[in-house]
C-alpha cells in the first residue's frame, strides 16, 4: 500500500515536472520575442517592385525647349533696346563733353554744363547697373522656370512607366581644347548607357507639346 502511495506521488511529481518543462523551457516561435536585427525596419516590407532606371540630356533639353527660346529671345530683345538706349545717352554726354571744350574753365556756361554732365553721367551708371541685375535675373528665372516645367514632366512619365532613378548626362560632344570641358567629362556620372533608357526625346515632345497647347497660333496655318 505504501509502494502504491509512493509511486502515485511520483508519478505526479514527474508528470508536473514535465508539464513545467513544456510551458518554460520550450523555444518561441519564431518572430516571437526576439529583437529584430539591428538596422532592420519593423514595419512591412512593401509589396510594389522598384523600378527601373532612365537617363536624360538635360542641356539638350533646354538648348531645343521651344518655351525657354521664346522667353531667350524676348529676353535678347529687350536688352539689345536697353543697350541701345543706353548707348544714344552716352552718344548725348560725349557731344556735350566735346561742347564743354568750347566754354572758357570757370565761366557761368562752363560750370552749369560741367554739372549736367556729371549729374548725367552719374544717374546713366546708376541705370546701368540697375539694367544688368534685372537682366541677369529675369535671365535666371527663364531657365528655372523650365528647369521646373521639365523636372514635373519627368516625375509624370516616370511615374507613368515604373522609372524610380532618372540620372542627367550631356550628350554633347567634347572639345578636347577645352580644359574645363575635358575636366567635366572625366568627372561625369554615367559612363555608358543603353539608348532604350534614354528619355531625353520623350521628355522634349512632352515639353513642347505642352508648350504649344498653352500658346495657340495667333493665325491659322493653311494645310499644303
Known sequence: MRTTLFSAAS???LIAAL???ELHGQAPPAGQG???PRGASTAPASAAAPGSIAVIDVTYILDHYSRLKQATDAFKRDMDL????????RDVMAKKAEKLKTFKPGTPEFKSLEEEIIKAESDWKLRVNRQKGEFAERDANNFLKAYQEMTAAVKIYSDRNNISLVIRFNGAPIDSTNPQAVQMELSKLVMHYHKDIDITDQILAELNRNA???T?????QLRR
Open 11 to 13: 508519478a505526479a511529481l
Open 19 to 21: 508539464g513545467f518543462t
Open 34 to 36: 526576439q529583437a529584430p
Open 82 to 89: 536697353a543697350e541701345a538706349q543706353l548707348k544714344k545717352e
Open 212 to 214: 504649344a497647347v498653352a
Open 216 to 220: 495657340p497660333r495667333t493665325q491659322p
